[in-house]
């Protein structure tokens, strides 16, 4: 079973009984012999062979890491993985999945290499390791050049138990061939699901890391995520070339959390926040708010009655410091933030997480719920959302991911001699938006080869395929999240049915706004009206001649036309599901190769039975008004933002200081500039002139991450520009 024919002595002596195991497919028994590290800190440690009996790894546990047992499919996973074997670990936020590395890391000997892509998440996990006795470090953008350079000392000479990393630290050269000169006990995947395109948070730069993991073999490696549905769980092992991988997918369902999902218009949702976190039993909370705007304004709403702080990337690195010191002690009662704040914050008794408008993506709104109630006490997630949160996640989309057309357009234009970007946008009648995400994606994708002088060449003709895909998945998602919103099943089953969690026990939660709808905190509502009492009785006839129907099929059969649109059916549906008489579930086909989702409606033994009107059995919910549609032109909507300000002459010469530097950075990373940054946050960056950390915040498409990385060099070309 060789692995880059780098066997430690060690791991030859083992070498049988490690095949033995990999023959075992998805088997969480490892192989009877590990590596335990020297007791001792003060030294390099000093691999020996042990048995790996339950028995050590609980001592171990109790003794190095004080804890008195496993949590549930903890054990397991660390026999594997100490075993050897490569493991994907999908388990919730708040379920126990760090150690699931820490262990295994410290049995097997030698440094552990935790590769993750948040530096807020790093610098905790690096407190609590070295609170414990352990020896961690970490390299980011964060530190100073000599601190990392003491660290990667540290490294060569095996004085770390962990090394924390950013997955960009692999693309600095001869930085793989360094830790290539010490073999590693173990590599950490953590946030793996960053890694595929089909991920609620892909990121490019982890697409390196299937690239770079073979020259830091043999050593196993455990990729971890929280939000892996089946389809990004097989792009993982694919993109990190695990070998023969044990997949442990476990524990979505969240027995403590009451999940309750309202509608409401952005003036409705302040008055609503407040009436329900001025109960102190729901406090302490986390409020996701969709911007920065929305953040302030409901933190200083909610300021006003009880310890509250805004939280987001536009602010200070100090002030989000002290924010989230001072929630974590206990000062703040609540934090409005957006998605920028939660990732690694360990608070165990947070009562409620709110969201004020329609999250992404499932993923990520399971994710964020995730931070309530880890300490398994009562806790509640409360969603509220409208018709219009999803035309603004339509409109960015759009924006994101350019339709085929456009892409096809940039692609035409790129031939097989290099070719400079500028020359080929010219020649183009696009928004400079629409062009650079267009050919961002490319080089993605492979059509486009773009080096760091921006040529381009034509590339790969089979983008188009991957492209069309990704973009009909981020569609698929916006769809899943409202598909959640209006699902008339229970919260909790539609989560764990969206992860593809096997072991579940399929039972409603009894908890969510479906299962007990009397304990909703915010949700409302009221007895049909007459009409709708005889829409309702009509639905029910209607499977009792056919049952079985597509929701879709039902609505046109019987209201197409009427007073009854779609959103009315599906509210009505929902009423009649929640009382008992009908069950609504998935259902798919193949068209063409694609499969097409869709859902249908069955009677339950009630409704089968049912010879009356159900109508005073039924609760509808009250509803926010639906907004008049209004036509979106997006093109228009950007090329009005741009025309409202845009750099003048002076800027000019800054904007072109910046792209020079951009060039310089580009070329130490050996990739294209525009994954530096775009140019239209340059454009920003000169028509907004920072001169300080806080104002560069506030710079449009500059986040702390970037404004830790890069924010020195930036206000120093800007000072200089003049």
């Known amino acids: 079973m060789e692995r880059g024919g780098r066997l430690k002595k060690a791991d030859q002596a083992r070498e049988p009984r490690l095949a033995a195991s990999a023959a075992r497919k998805r088997s969480h028994a490892g192989p009877a012999e590990v590596e335990l590290a020297g007791q001792r800190f003060g030294s390099s440690p000093a691999p020996v062979a042990l048995e790996a009996q339950s028995g050590d790894l609980a001592q171990t546990l109790r003794s190095r890491f004080?804890?008195?047992?496993?949590?549930?499919?903890?054990?397991?996973?660390?026999?594997?993985?100490?075993?050897?074997?490569?493991?994907?670990?999908?388990?919730?936020t708040g379920a126990g999945k760090s150690l699931c590395y820490q262990l295994p890391g410290i049995a097997r000997g030698n440094t552990t290499l935790v590769i993750s892509p948040l530096i807020a998440l790093m610098e905790d996990q690096v407190a609590k390791l070295r609170a414990q006795g352990f020896r961690a470090e970490r390299i980011h953008s964060g530190r100073e050049r000599a601190e990392s350079r003491e660290t990667c000392f540290a490294y060569l000479d095996g004085k770390l138990d962990f090394l924390f990393i950013a997955p960009e630290r692999l693309a600095v050269p001869r930085f793989p061939e360094m830790l290539a000169k010490r073999p590693l006990g173990l590599i950490a995947v953590d946030e793996a699901h960053c890694i595929s395109q089909w991920g609620h948070d892909f990121r490019p730069e982890y697409r390196m890391l299937g690239e770079r993991l073979p020259l830091l073999r043999p050593a196993p490696v455990i990729a971890l995520t929280a939000t892996a549905t089946?389809?990004?769980?097989?792009d993982i092992c694919k993109q990190l070339g695990l070998e023969d991988p044990i997949l442990s997918i476990h524990g979505f369902r969240r027995e403590n959390i009451a999940i309750e999902v309202v509608e409401l218009t952005p003036k409705q949702r302040v008055p609503a926040l407040i009436k329900l976190l001025e109960d102190g039993t729901r406090r302490p909370a986390i409020i996701y708010a969709p911007t920065r705007k929305a953040a302030e304004q409901q933190a200083e709403e909610l300021a006003g009655r009880f310890p509250a702080m805004a939280y987001h990337a536009g602010m200070p690195g100090s002030a989000r410091e002290e924010v989230q010191t001072g929630f974590l002690s206990g000062k703040y009662d609540a934090i409005v933030a957006t998605i920028a704040f939660g990732m690694g914050i360990d608070k165990a008794n947070v009562r409620t997480v709110i969201h004020t408008g329609l999250p992404a993506s499932v993923e990520g709104y399971y994710q964020e719920i995730g931070r309530a109630g880890r300490d398994g006490l009562p806790s509640a997630a409360v969603l509220m959302h409208s018709w219009n949160d999803r035309r603004t996640h339509e409109f960015f989309m759009e924006r994101d991911y350019p339709p085929l057309p456009e892409v096809e357009k940039v692609?035409?234009?790129?031939?097989?001699?290099?070719?400079?970007?500028?020359?080929?946008?010219s020649r183009l009648n696009l928004d400079p938006q629409v062009f650079e995400k267009a050919l961002e994606k490319l080089w993605i994708h492979k059509g486009a080869?773009?080096?760091?002088e921006e040529n381009v060449t034509k590339g790969d003709s089979g983008w188009r395929k991957p492209y069309a895909s990704q973009r009909e998945h981020r569609v698929a998602q916006l769809e899943a999240i409202s598909r959640f919103t209006s699902a008339p099943n229970c919260r909790m089953l539609e989560l764990v049915g969206h992860f593809g969690d096997q072991e579940d026990s399929r039972k409603p939660c009894g908890r969510c706004d479906v299962c007990a709808p009397d304990d909703c905190a915010v949700q409302q509502r009221r007895p049909p009206t007459r009409t709708e009492a005889d829409a309702l009785d009509g639905i029910i006839a209607a499977l009792q001649a056919r049952d079985g129907l597509a929701t879709g099929k039902l609505w046109r059969e019987l209201f197409e036309g009427s007073t009854v649109d779609r959103k009315k059916f599906e509210d009505l549906l929902g009423g009649l599901a929640r009382a008992g008489y009908v069950g609504v579930y998935d259902d798919s086909f193949e068209r063409d190769g694609e499969v097409i989702t869709y859902r249908r409606a069955s009677l339950t033994y009630e409704g089968k039975e049912c010879r009356e009107s159900?109508?005073?059995?039924?609760?509808?919910?009250?509803?926010?008004?639906?907004p008049a549609a209004t036509k979106r032109k997006p093109k228009g909507r950007l090329a009005a933002g741009r025309a409202s300000k845009s750099p003048g002459e002076g800027d000019a010469v800054l904007v072109e200081a910046l792209k020079t530097w951009r060039l310089a950075e580009a070329k130490r990373r050996r990739q294209p500039p525009f994954t530096v940054f775009p140019n239209k946050t340059l454009e920003a960056l000169a028509i907004g002139r920072p001169a300080s950390q806080d104002e560069l915040l506030q710079v449009s498409g500059i986040g702390p991450k970037l404004a830790e990385r890069y924010g020195t060099q930036i206000l120093a070309i800007v000072a200089k520009t003049k």
């Open 614 to 626: 159900v109508a005073e059995h039924v609760q509808l919910t009250v509803a926010a008004p639906t």
């Open 66 to 92: 004080g804890f008195e047992a496993f949590r549930p499919h903890q054990e397991g996973v660390c026999q594997a993985v100490v075993g050897g074997r490569d493991v994907l670990l999908v388990m919730p």
């Open 230 to 234: 089946p389809r990004v769980q097989e």
């Open 449 to 452: 080869i773009v080096d760091v």
């Open 411 to 425: 692609y035409r234009a790129l031939s097989d001699e290099p070719r400079s970007r500028n020359s080929i946008e």
